[in-house]
C-alpha cells in the first residue's frame, strides 16, 4: 500500500517542499534501495523536482505558469479553475526518485515540490518506494 501524506495549501498556486516528508515514508517503508514514486491524484495540482536552495526559483516558476496560463482567460470549462488544470498537466503528476542506502538520491539543490494550483485546499500525496 503507498503511504498518504496529507496537505493543506494556503494560496491558489504554491510550490510546498515535501522532501522531508517523503524521506520520512521511505526511511520508515525499510527500501534500503529502489525506487520511490511521488503520486498526485488531483486534476489541479502536480509534483516536480527543482532548486530548493532559493524560494526565488518556485516564485519564478509560479509567476511564469501564472503568465503562460491565466487564470481569466475565457475558458469553457464552468467550475473556474481550468488554468490549474492545464497547470496540473504542464508539470505532471508524479515523479520517480532513485533510493540508495535509505536515502532519496537527489542533486544538491534538488528538493521534491507538491504545486498547488487550485487553492487553498487539502490535499493528498501517494509514496511508495520499493
Not at 535509505?102 to 501517494?126: A, H, N
Amino acid at each position: 500500500m503507498p503511504k498518504v501524506i496529507n496537505i493543506r495549501t494556503e494560496y491558489r498556486s504554491e510550490m510546498v517542499d515535501i522532501t522531508a516528508l517523503v524521506q520520512k515514508e521511505v526511511t520508515e517503508s525499510g527500501v534500503a534501495d529502489g525506487v520511490c514514486i511521488v503520486y498526485v491524484p488531483h486534476t489541479t495540482a502536480g509534483v516536480t523536482i527543482n532548486e530548493g536552495a532559493d524560494p526565488d526559483v518556485c516564485r519564478d516558476i509560479i509567476t511564469k505558469l501564472n503568465e503562460m496560463v491565466p487564470a481569466d482567460a475565457g475558458y469553457r470549462h464552468m467550475e473556474g479553475n481550468s488554468d490549474g488544470h492545464i497547470k496540473a498537466s504542464l508539470v505532471g503528476s508524479s515523479v520517480s526518485i532513485i533510493v540508495e542506502k535509505r536515502r532519496l538520491v537527489l542533486g544538491t539543490w534538488q528538493k521534491i515540490f507538491f504545486c498547488e494550483f487550485d487553492g487553498p485546499r487539502s490535499r493528498r500525496v501517494y509514496v511508495k518506494a520499493g
